[in-house]
């Protein structure tokens, strides 16, 4: 879901026409070969393949440098690598060229959570879902958001019940086919001390189709913690 949403906001910006008409890519022939590299390697980033994505996005960004969700790729590659800091400056990079973009200000976020900059993180969340953004990149802020407050390593920044609240709205605009947004309500009704839903919450997200092996796995080991009465902390 989240890849289908990126890439949505890829092709309004390059043809400039609303999400709910069909969308046909325009533009020179090499400017719709960098796209496809794009889509290629958030596939094989999302699947773990994170030596194919590097190739694919870096071919893309030869093609063309100051291709913003080129950017924002690379930017996801960093994170999954644990390069926090050269995320953030790809997505800086990607918000100049192009500050609609929404995803990448929330992979800032999350990347500041992981240096532990809880403020500035949960100032950014907060300001995006101020925002009112199109309804799946709300959910996706408010899911972000509650996935923060639920699992923070620092008990100043958890709030339980506000996860809970941002978790099931994420769920609601997504019609609960969103695995990663029931696995985040697992987790806030985890730091509210309520292990039952989150038991339940956990094996919902399991029985979503389609999910990919290692968000399977993850959501796996999460379902596991909350069996045995533990919350998750980043």
Not at 2 to 17: G, Q, Y
Not at 20 to 35: D, E, M, Q
Not at 151 to 164: E, I, L, S
């Amino acid at each position: 879901m989240r890849a289908l949403a990126f890439f949505t906001a890829i092709m309004m910006s390059l043809t400039a026409v609303h999400a709910n008409v069909p969308i046909i890519v325009t533009g020179p022939a090499h400017l719709r070969t960098a796209v496809r590299l794009c889509g290629k390697a958030s596939d094989e980033l999302r699947n773990g393949d994170i030596a194919g994505a590097k190739q694919n996005v870096d071919a893309a960004l030869r093609i063309d440098p100051k291709l913003w969700p080129a950017l924002f790729v690379r930017a996801q590659i960093y994170r999954s690598e644990g390069k926090y800091e050269l995320a953030i400056q790809d997505c800086n990079e990607a918000l100049r060229l192009y500050p609609g973009c929404v995803e990448a200000s929330l992979l800032r976020a999350s990347a500041k959570v992981h240096l532990g900059k809880y403020a500035d993180a949960l100032k950014e969340f907060n300001y995006l879902i101020s925002l009112h953004p199109r309804p799946v990149t709300l959910a996706r802020a408010l899911s972000d958001r509650a996935w923060f407050q639920a699992t923070c390593p620092d008990p100043a920044f958890r709030n339980g019940k506000q996860a809970v609240k941002d978790a099931k709205a994420a769920c609601s605009i997504m019609q609960w086919k969103d695995e990663d947004m029931i696995d985040t309500l697992a987790a806030a009704y985890a730091e509210t001390g309520d292990f039952a839903s989150a038991t339940r919450y956990a094996a919902q997200a399991l029985t979503i189709k389609d999910i990919p092996p290692l968000d399977a796995k993850r959501i796996q080991h999460h379902l596991t913690l909350f069996q045995q009465n533990r919350p998750i902390r980043l």
